[in-house]
T-cell receptor, first 111, second 113 residues
């Protein structure tokens, strides 16, 4: 099983749509979870951390299910500017914590 | 002010050459990283330094040698470049080693011909 798995997409959605991305991770001892966004030919940028109780930042909602080792990201009212690759990131607990990046889910929002 | 900066942004060189990439962060972070993102877009950690001490070395060929002169700087020297080294190299930093979020530099696109 891969350390962090994501559906690669692409997800092609119209503006205004709601879209959800899922991610699973293999290390049950992981404690930190993030969603990053990466635009074409740019660096990954932190979108939001994911907290145990779930959290929201404007149109973005992140959920964590520790029992199922599953993380999700919901984007409401999609904008053209949301088109990017979304990376699920989990810390690999053991020795020095390092972050493991999923391969990313590509989102394309069209008019 | 750029938080994490890298130079150069682009690097085109021939096989067998030696090259260096430099990284600086002005966030006051203790921990810095080098990542490689290949053509399949998979982002993989190579090295991490915490307060100038190497703490993560992820089975990278010893042609790659990181150096951290102080906690704000992390450089990457690559000897005897090979075609397979072509990739985008990202530097990142974080507050510490405890699974904190990381902040990335703009990347260095290395092409080996």
């Amino acid at each position: 099983r891969k350390e962090v798995e994501q559906d690669p997409g692409p997800f092609n959605v119209p503006e205004g749509a709601t879209v959800a991305f899922n991610c699973t991770y293999s290390n049950s001892a992981s404690q930190s979870f993030f969603w990053y966004r990466q635009d074409c030919r740019k660096e990954p940028k932190l979108l939001m951390s994911v907290y145990s109780s779930g959290n929201e930042d404007g149109r973005f909602t992140a959920q964590l299910n520790r029992a199922s080792q599953y993380i999700s990201l919901l984007i409401r009212d999609s904008k053209l500017s949301d088109s990017a690759t979304y990376l699920c990131v989990v810390n690999w607990a053991g020795g020095y914590n390092k972050l493991i990046f999923g391969a990313g889910t590509r989102l394309a929002v069209h008019p | 002010d750029t938080a994490v900066s890298q130079t150069p942004k682009y690097l085109v060189t021939q096989m067998g050459n030696d090259k260096s990439i430099k990284c600086e962060q002005n966030l006051g972070h203790d921990t810095m990283y080098w990542y490689k993102q290949d053509s399949k877009k998979f982002l993989k950690i190579m090295f991490s330094y915490n307060n100038k001490e190497l703490i993560i070395n992820e089975t990278v060929p010893n042609r790659f040698s990181p150096k951290s002169p102080d906690k704000a700087h992390l450089n990457l020297h690559i000897n005897s470049l090979e075609l397979g080294d072509s990739a985008v190299y990202f530097c990142a930093s974080s507050l510490g080693t405890g699974g904190y979020e990381q902040y990335f530099g703009p990347g260095t696109r290395l092409t080996v011909t």
